[in-house]
């Protein structure tokens, strides 16, 4: 057997024929060239004779035992009388690429699996280029229109880059998928999506589960009035815990020195749930309720609704929020008077999420996911690359390992 034959059976490309093999202190390198004479425009796949120049371009391939491997070929631009010069469509690669199919999609299989040094070490790579790899992957494995079928969605945003950048994702219930991820987390961002869904898709939406920003709750009802609102626990408990923090600090900026003591290092021990105590933490919360009353005030409003939350029955839930909405409104606490109005008046809302199934711990593991994965994408070039890294971990998209 040839080395040529041998090496091409090795490449197991189609449509593309070896021409010679060599080797430099990289690596294996394989010249080859398209089995079809003819160039093709990669804007538009007709054929075009027309050759402005050729330049020669390499293009990592999957590793032959310890080896790199790269593709060589003196690409083509071609004069397309449709999209002007662009380059010829190569069956080995996207045209913008340096490298083929097989090694992108390897490092697709890899990212939805492995930790980043590893991915970055087997495959001899930095992390910043398997963010532009994946965006590639992502829109060549998607399913066509994960819009399709929608009845039961959640939206949520994603802080990244130390809380100074956003991302809206909008996940399917049903599937437990992410199906469209945007940069941005204002009305307009959200309202794209709804854009892209279609007027008669946006009608048959049933729930949508979100925060209580007013910025989403515009742009859910503004396209889909008929859906209805569910908050989520999470973010409904999330506000209590922000008040929580600031009666704190109102408490530590008007304190004397002795009473600073006090609340000293307490704010992880109001933050957790009572069971998780540490035995100096609880030592810490007793003295702030023997000590600073409407701090320890605020705890117990915080764990109240908590408790109202992890309850099953809607009527109990509503009646009891109202009790809780009486009592967070005499507190003298303003941070939890305005939580109490917020709670009233989205109560249905809240209220909802209890009555559903959508407060399963299903879609609360995809966002736990969702969220390491974006701490996952640091060092990513830009948002682009962690909406792609979103969509291949949670959107549900299938890859092997290429095997021949
Ligand atoms: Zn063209």
Same mark, same amino acid.
């Given at each position: 057997?040839?080395?040529?034959?041998?090496?091409?059976?090795?490449?197991?490309?189609?449509?593309?024929?070896?021409?010679? *093999?060599?080797?430099?202190?990289?690596?294996?390198?394989?010249?080859?060239?398209?089995?079809?004479?003819?160039?093709?425009?990669?804007?538009?796949?007709?054929? *075009?004779?027309?050759?402005?120049?050729?330049?020669?371009?390499?293009?990592?391939?999957?590793?032959?035992?310890?080896?790199?491997?790269?593709?060589?070929?003196?690409?083509?631009?071609?004069?397309?009388?449709?999209?002007?010069?662009?380059?010829?469509?190569?069956?080995?690669?996207? %045209?913008?690429?340096?490298?083929?199919?097989?090694?992108?999609?390897?490092?697709?299989?890899?990212?939805? &699996?492995?930790?980043?040094?590893?991915?970055?070490?087997?495959?001899?790579?930095?992390?910043?280029?398997?963010?532009?790899?994946?965006?590639?992957?992502?829109?060549?494995?998607?399913?066509?229109?994960?819009?399709?079928?929608?009845?039961?969605?959640?939206?949520?945003?994603? %802080?990244?880059?130390?809380?100074?950048?956003?991302?809206?994702? =909008?996940?399917?219930?049903?599937?437990?998928?992410?199906?469209?991820?945007?940069?941005?987390?204002?009305?307009?961002?959200?309202?794209?999506?709804?854009?892209?869904?279609?007027?008669?898709?946006?009608?048959?939406?049933?729930?949508?589960?979100?925060?209580?920003?007013?910025?989403?709750?515009?742009? *859910?009802?503004?396209?889909?009035?008929?859906?209805?609102?569910?908050?989520?626990?999470?973010?409904?408990?999330?506000?209590?815990?922000?008040?929580?923090?600031?009666?704190?600090?109102?408490?530590?900026?008007?304190?004397?020195?002795?009473?600073?003591?006090?609340?000293?290092?307490?704010?992880?021990?109001?933050?957790? @749930? +009572?069971? @998780?105590?540490?035995? =100096?933490? &609880?030592?810490?919360?007793?003295?702030?309720?023997?000590?600073?009353? +409407?701090?320890?005030?605020?705890?117990?409003?915080?764990?109240?609704?908590?408790?109202?939350?992890?309850?099953?029955?809607? @009527?109990?839930?509503?009646?009891?929020?109202?009790?809780?909405?009486?009592?967070?409104?005499?507190?003298?606490? +303003?941070?939890?008077?305005?939580?109490?109005?917020?709670?009233?008046?989205?109560?249905?809302?809240?209220? !909802?999420?209890?009555?559903?199934?959508?407060?399963? !711990?299903? %879609?609360?593991?995809?966002?736990?996911?969702? &969220?390491?994965?974006?701490?996952?994408?640091?060092?990513?070039?830009? !948002?682009?690359?962690?909406?792609?890294?979103?969509?291949?971990?949670?959107?549900?998209?299938?890859?092997?390992?290429?095997?021949?």
């Amino acid at each position: 057997m040839r080395a040529t034959t041998l090496l091409s059976k090795i490449l197991g490309l189609k449509a593309t024929r070896v021409r010679g *093999v060599s080797c430099d202190e990289k690596g294996l390198i394989a010249e080859v060239a398209p089995t079809t004479r003819i160039a093709r425009c990669s804007g538009c796949m007709c054929r *075009v004779r027309a050759v402005h120049d050729r330049r020669e371009r390499d293009w990592r391939h999957l590793d032959v035992g310890p080896y790199r491997l790269r593709l060589r070929y003196a690409i083509r631009r071609v004069d397309c009388p449709r999209c002007g010069v662009v380059v010829e469509f190569v069956p080995w690669a996207e %045209s913008q690429s340096w490298f083929t199919y097989d090694f992108e999609d390897h490092v697709g299989y890899l990212a939805q &699996r492995t930790d980043k040094t590893t991915l970055s070490t087997l495959m001899r790579i930095a992390w910043r280029t398997v963010g532009a790899i994946i965006e590639r992957v992502v829109p060549r494995h998607r399913p066509a229109d994960p819009l399709e079928d929608l009845t039961h969605i959640g939206v949520d945003e994603l %802080s990244y880059r130390r809380h100074h950048e956003y991302v809206t994702v =909008v996940v399917d219930h049903g599937r437990g998928a992410v199906v469209w991820a945007r940069k941005g987390k204002d009305a307009a961002t959200l309202g794209t999506f709804f854009e892209e869904l279609g007027k008669e898709r946006c009608a048959q939406l049933e729930a949508v589960t979100l925060d209580l920003s007013a910025a989403y709750i515009k742009a *859910v009802t503004d396209a889909s009035p008929q859906a209805r609102l569910i908050f989520d626990r999470f973010h409904v408990q999330r506000l209590a815990h922000d008040a929580l923090d600031k009666v704190r600090r109102q408490q530590w900026r008007a304190a004397d020195a002795e009473d600073k003591d006090a609340i000293k290092g307490t704010r992880f021990a109001l933050q957790k @749930n +009572p069971w @998780n105590l540490s035995d =100096v933490e &609880r030592g810490k919360l007793a003295d702030v309720q023997r000590t600073n009353r +409407p701090l320890y005030r605020a705890y117990l409003l915080k764990e109240t609704l908590a408790k109202i939350l992890d309850g099953g029955q809607v @009527n109990v839930a509503r009646d009891k929020l109202l009790d809780w909405h009486a009592w967070a409104t005499r507190s003298r606490l +303003p941070p939890f008077r305005t939580v109490a109005r917020t709670i009233k008046k989205h109560i249905e809302g809240i209220v !909802a999420y209890v009555a559903t199934g959508l407060s399963s !711990a299903r %879609s609360e593991g995809l966002n736990g996911k969702i &969220r390491t994965i974006t701490r996952r994408s640091f060092g990513f070039h830009s !948002a682009s690359s962690l909406i792609a890294l979103i969509h291949l971990c949670c959107g549900g998209i299938a890859l092997a390992p290429v095997h021949r």
